[in-house]
C-alpha cells in the first residue's frame, strides 16, 4: 500500500485548503478494503487522530479540536481521501499524514499504512 498526499501549504487564519490522498494498493488490496484517517503532528507533540471516515464514507469522526471546521470524504472510485479544512487557526499548524486501516471502532488506533505527510502552516 502506498498513501501520497497532497494539499499542504502556508495559508492565514481563517482560510481554508482541502488535503489529498491517493490510495495506491497493488492487485491484493483495495482501496474500499480500508477505514482511512488523517493524522496530524506538531514539533515535539505526539502525533493525533483528526478525522475517520469508513470504507463506504457512510460513517465519519472527528477530533473536538476540529468539529464543525474540518469535513473528510472519500471518492472511491478514485482511490482517494480528502481532507476540507476550514477556519484555520495557528493551532492547527501540523504535518498532516493519510493513514490506512484505522480502527475507527476502537479509540481511532492508526493502521501500518502512512503518507510521507503534507505540511500545513497557519499564521496568526
Known amino acids: 500500500v502506498q498513501l501520497v498526499e497532497s494539499g499542504g501549504g502556508l495559508v492565514e487564519t481563517g482560510e481554508s485548503l482541502r488535503l489529498s490522498c491517493i490510495f495506491s494498493?497493488?492487485?491484493?488490496?483495495?482501496?474500499?478494503?480500508?477505514?482511512m484517517a488523517w493524522f496530524r503532528q506538531a514539533p515535539g507533540k505526539a502525533r493525533e487522530f483528526v478525522a475517520g471516515?469508513?470504507?463506504?464514507?457512510?460513517?465519519?469522526y472527528f477530533a473536538d479540536s476540529v468539529k464543525g471546521r474540518f469535513t473528510i470524504s472519500r471518492d472511491n472510485a478514485k482511490n482517494t481521501v480528502f481532507l476540507r479544512m476550514n477556519t484555520l487557526k495557528p493551532e492547527d499548524t501540523s504535518v498532516y499524514y493519510c493513514?490506512?486501516?484505522?480502527?475507527?471502532?476502537?479509540?481511532?488506533?492508526?493502521?501500518?499504512?502512512w503518507g510521507q505527510g503534507t505540511q500545513v502552516t497557519v499564521s496568526s
Open positions: 493513514n490506512a486501516g484505522v480502527d475507527l471502532r476502537h479509540g481511532f488506533r492508526a493502521g501500518i499504512h
Open positions: 494498493g497493488g492487485p491484493f488490496s483495495d482501496f474500499t478494503d480500508y477505514n
Open positions: 471516515i469508513s470504507q463506504s464514507g457512510a460513517d465519519t
